[in-house]
């Protein structure tokens, strides 16, 4: 079956960095996604990864290593509106997305 | 940039009835739409795919006839929830594909069935 994995929950400090996990088994892969999802809100996109290596945009950063079925958003200087659920998404081999459950991750000050 | 816009954000409505969702793009053309389920602290589940000017397709467990997608235009897609039941209530979330790196989503639909 297909599967996506995050860590349902992380805590952070505003000012740090924090780095969230997504591994991935899926029939094919066309891409990773991030999203960013405030709560009752839908999701907004973060980045897309398609090419193993980091892939940097502003305070937010995304890694994929295809061979490791592995990615990971980086964020630095944690602000406290950073507080919300990450969502990672693959796109398979049909084109589809598939979806993480999300990480909520919670910023202290 | 491109915009879906999904209304209405919230709905309550009475056992039994049904519930219109409607999506537009704004400034696009949408010619395959997305519908999604998420219950609280859980993951988008998609529940069907639609394409203008043909039937949607719908993912397995999905009743095609109490979720009704009719996607007519370009620029509007409608999920209609038939004689909804409490166990409805969810956040319903609509997606275009803007290209193959990126899709935007309407704002979601709040459903709560009494």
């Known amino acids: 079956g297909q599967n996506i994995d995050q860590p349902t929950e992380m805590t952070a400090t505003e000012g740090a960095i924090v780095q969230i996990n997504c591994t991935y088994q899926?029939?094919?892969?066309?891409?990773l996604f991030w999203y960013q999802q405030h709560a009752g809100e839908a999701p907004t996109f973060l980045s897309y990864n398609v090419l193993d290596g980091l892939e940097e945009k502003g305070r937010f950063s995304s890694f994929l290593s295809r061979s490791k079925g592995y990615s990971y958003l980086l964020l630095k200087e944690l602000q406290m509106k950073d507080s919300a659920s990450y969502l990672c998404?693959?796109?398979?081999?049909?084109?589809?997305?598939?979806w993480g459950a999300g990480t909520k991750l919670i910023i202290k000050p | 940039g491109a915009v879906v816009s999904q209304h209405p954000s919230r709905v309550i409505c009475k056992s039994g009835t049904s519930v219109k969702i409607e999506c537009r793009s704004l400034?696009?053309?949408?010619?395959?739409m997305f519908w999604y389920r998420q219950f609280p602290k859980k993951s988008l589940m998609l529940m069907a795919t639609?394409?203008?000017?043909?039937?949607?397709?719908?993912e397995q467990g999905v009743e095609k006839d109490k979720f009704l997608i009719n996607h007519a235009s370009l620029t509007l897609s409608t999920l209609t929830v038939t004689s909804a039941h409490p166990e409805d209530s969810s956040f319903y979330i609509c997606s275009a594909r803007i290209r193959d790196t990126s899709y935007t989503f309407g704002s979601g639909t709040r459903l709560t069935v009494v």
């Open positions: 639609s394409n203008e000017g043909s039937k949607a397709t719908y």
């Open positions: 899926t029939s094919g892969f066309n891409g």
């Open positions: 400034d696009f053309q949408a010619t395959t």
């Open positions: 998404a693959v796109k398979d081999s049909n084109y589809q997305l598939i």
